[in-house]
C-alpha cells in the first residue's frame, strides 16, 4: 500500500502515516520497498 491510501482509509494526514510507519519499520512490523513516489509498504519480519 502507498501512503495516501492508508492515511485515507484510517482518515489521517500523510505526515501522521509517515511518522507512524518509520516507527512500525523500525520495530520491524512493516518493511518499505522502494523510494521516492514508488515506495510502497508490506508486513515486515515480526508478523510473518
Do not use: Q
Request: charge should be positive.
Amino acid at each position: 500500500m502507498k501512503r495516501y491510501e492508508i492515511g485515507s482509509e484510517i482518515g489521517v494526514s500523510k505526515v501522521t502515516v509517515l511518522r507512524k510507519i518509520d516507527r512500525l519499520v523500525d520495530m520491524n512490523f512493516v518493511e518499505k520497498i522502494g523510494k521516492g513516489p514508488a515506495t510502497r509498504y508490506r508486513l515486515g519480519k515480526a508478523l510473518k
